[in-house]
């Protein structure tokens, strides 16, 4: 039947088309075959294996199903903790208590250990105890912030999560963007999901390394898509973007034409002459720049001693940065666009299949490139729920705001295949 053939065509390419929804989607098409889909139909018994084949089969679907499967089941009390809780050691509120549950629920072994005898003796207490501050710390630490022990709001969304209903709206988008994806995601891979500020080296089924990452603010997103890793670059060149040079640069050269020079930058007409930057009327341009600006490899460097490329139409790669405090932070959007890497020797090495010590020896002999001859796919990834290594699906803030756009287009969608009674 008709209705047959849609479930699988959703199941495996999604119910709504991506690339329609905003330019930062970026997914090749996934043609359903439904002369294929018919035949198969006609000759089989088996509709519902053949229907559940069609859905993505990677271990990060079937964990995300189980988890939307347990959520829709449990008739658990909602904890509610004010999300703008602010509590410091030695103060009190009413609040405390609930949060110290949701820890002593999701303890694991080695925090149990640590922790257990403090969580029962003072789990009910309203006075946030000095002896309770290493516990936040700890959990804090597990979730990636700083372990700084005070709470704030950070700390509870991160603790309390979202309500049960947000947790299911968060696992069906996670759910639908799988579909979006290659059925099978690759091994080695590369997977940066954007919510969690992480980038993973993923290879046989093992996180050989996970990093911190900056990523795009929220006037300069970073892109959802995925691509293939193709070249290490070592000591790069920095070709600065027009809307740089645009917006950020030419204030300050209109009335300081010559600092691009100081700076280590080199300018370039039309036809590919450098020019030094002092000699540039620079009050004579606008919008439109017809110089190329480009900054020279040096520890000043936007993009540090290296970057990874994969060439995409969004001009988006990771990089190392000068600017290592940002990875001090917990919140992470801070970049024009391109992901920042607090490890970029180590992702390195990884798809190039070596070792650290061989990428600081490159490091050595200044600007030199080198391909990656694996075939080593990397997916720039926006997932606000996601299961890690063991399959528990962790949650994350929705920095940008697209899981509520995106549910809109499923319940639209929804809405217009319903028919009306």
């Given at each position: 039947s008709a209705r047959v053939l849609r479930y699988a065509h959703d199941a495996q390419s999604g119910r709504v088309d991506p690339n329609r929804m905003t330019g930062y989607y970026d997914f090749p098409a996934k043609p359903f075959d439904l002369e294929g889909a018919l035949k198969t139909l006609a000759h089989t018994q088996e509709v519902r294996t053949y229907l559940e084949s069609r859905h993505p089969q990677n271990p990060e679907y079937q964990a995300l199903r189980v988890e939307l499967e347990a959520l829709e089941a449990s008739e658990e009390n909602e904890i509610v903790v004010d999300p703008k809780l602010l509590l410091k050691p030695g103060e009190s509120s009413p609040e405390l208590?609930?949060?110290?549950?949701?820890?002593?629920?999701?303890?694991?072994?080695?925090?149990?250990?640590?922790?257990?005898?403090?969580?029962?003796?003072?789990?009910?207490?309203?006075?946030?105890?000095?002896?309770?501050?290493?516990?936040?710390?700890?959990?804090?630490?597990?979730?990636?912030?700083?372990?700084?022990?005070?709470?704030?709001?950070?700390?509870?969304?991160?603790?309390?999560?979202?309500?049960?209903?947000?947790?299911?709206?968060?696992?069906?988008?996670?759910?639908?963007?799988?579909?979006?994806?290659?059925?099978?995601l690759g091994s080695p891979r590369v997977f940066i999901n954007q919510p969690a500020f992480t980038a993973s080296y993923i290879d046989s089924g093992e996180e050989k390394l996970k990093t911190r990452v900056v990523i795009g603010r929220v006037t300069n997103q970073t892109a959802f898509f995925y691509d293939q890793i193709k070249q290490v670059d070592f000591h790069p060149y920095w070709g600065v973007p027009q809307s740089i040079i645009v917006n950020e640069m030419l204030p300050r050269l209109r009335s300081d034409p010559g600092y691009l020079?100081?700076?280590?930058?080199?300018?370039?007409?039309?036809?590919?002459?450098?020019?030094?930057?002092?000699?540039?009327?620079?009050?004579?341009?606008?919008?439109?720049?017809?110089?190329?600006?480009?900054?020279?490899?040096?520890?000043?460097?936007?993009?540090?001693?290296?970057?990874?490329?994969?060439?995409?139409?969004?001009?988006?790669?990771?990089?190392?940065?000068?600017?290592?405090?940002?990875?001090?932070?917990?919140?992470?959007?801070?970049?024009?666009?391109?992901?920042?890497?607090?490890?970029?020797?180590?992702?390195a090495a990884a798809v190039?299949?070596?070792?650290?010590?061989?990428?600081?020896?490159?490091?050595?002999?200044?600007?030199?490139?080198?391909?990656?001859?694996?075939?080593?796919?990397v997916y720039?990834?926006?997932?606000?729920?996601?299961?890690?290594?063991?399959?528990?699906?962790?949650?994350?803030?929705?920095?940008?705001?697209?899981?509520?756009?995106?549910?809109?287009?499923?319940?639209?969608?929804?809405?217009?295949?319903?028919?009306?009674?």
């Amino acid at each position: 039947s008709a209705r047959v053939l849609r479930y699988a065509h959703d199941a495996q390419s999604g119910r709504v088309d991506p690339n329609r929804m905003t330019g930062y989607y970026d997914f090749p098409a996934k043609p359903f075959d439904l002369e294929g889909a018919l035949k198969t139909l006609a000759h089989t018994q088996e509709v519902r294996t053949y229907l559940e084949s069609r859905h993505p089969q990677n271990p990060e679907y079937q964990a995300l199903r189980v988890e939307l499967e347990a959520l829709e089941a449990s008739e658990e009390n909602e904890i509610v903790v004010d999300p703008k809780l602010l509590l410091k050691p030695g103060e009190s509120s009413p609040e405390l208590p609930k949060l110290l549950t949701l820890i002593a629920r999701n303890l694991d072994d080695e925090m149990g250990g640590n922790y257990g005898e403090v969580l029962a003796r003072l789990g009910k207490s309203e006075v946030y105890d000095p002896e309770l501050v290493p516990v936040i710390k700890a959990v804090q630490q597990r979730e990636g912030m700083k372990g700084d022990g005070v709470i704030g709001p950070r700390t509870v969304a991160l603790l309390a999560g979202a309500s049960k209903a947000d947790r299911i709206e968060k696992v069906k988008v996670a759910l639908e963007e799988l579909r979006w994806m290659p059925s099978d995601l690759g091994s080695p891979r590369v997977f940066i999901n954007q919510p969690a500020f992480t980038a993973s080296y993923i290879d046989s089924g093992e996180e050989k390394l996970k990093t911190r990452v900056v990523i795009g603010r929220v006037t300069n997103q970073t892109a959802f898509f995925y691509d293939q890793i193709k070249q290490v670059d070592f000591h790069p060149y920095w070709g600065v973007p027009q809307s740089i040079i645009v917006n950020e640069m030419l204030p300050r050269l209109r009335s300081d034409p010559g600092y691009l020079d100081r700076a280590g930058y080199e300018v370039t007409d039309s036809r590919g002459r450098q020019i030094p930057s002092s000699e540039v009327d620079w009050g004579a341009y606008g919008s439109k720049i017809p110089f190329s600006v480009r900054q020279q490899p040096s520890e000043a460097n936007a993009l540090g001693e290296l970057k990874i490329l994969f060439p995409n139409k969004h001009a988006i790669y990771m990089h190392d940065t000068p600017q290592k405090s940002f990875f001090a932070r917990d919140m992470r959007a801070l970049s024009h666009g391109c992901v920042r890497l607090q490890d970029p020797r180590g992702m390195a090495a990884a798809v190039l299949g070596t070792s650290v010590d061989d990428i600081a020896e490159k490091l050595k002999h200044g600007h030199s490139t080198e391909n990656v001859t694996r075939v080593i796919p990397v997916y720039v990834a926006y997932f606000t729920a996601w299961p890690d290594m063991s399959g528990k699906v962790e949650y994350f803030d929705d920095v940008y705001d697209r899981d509520s756009k995106l549910m809109q287009a499923l319940d639209a969608t929804e809405a217009v295949r319903t028919p009306s009674s």
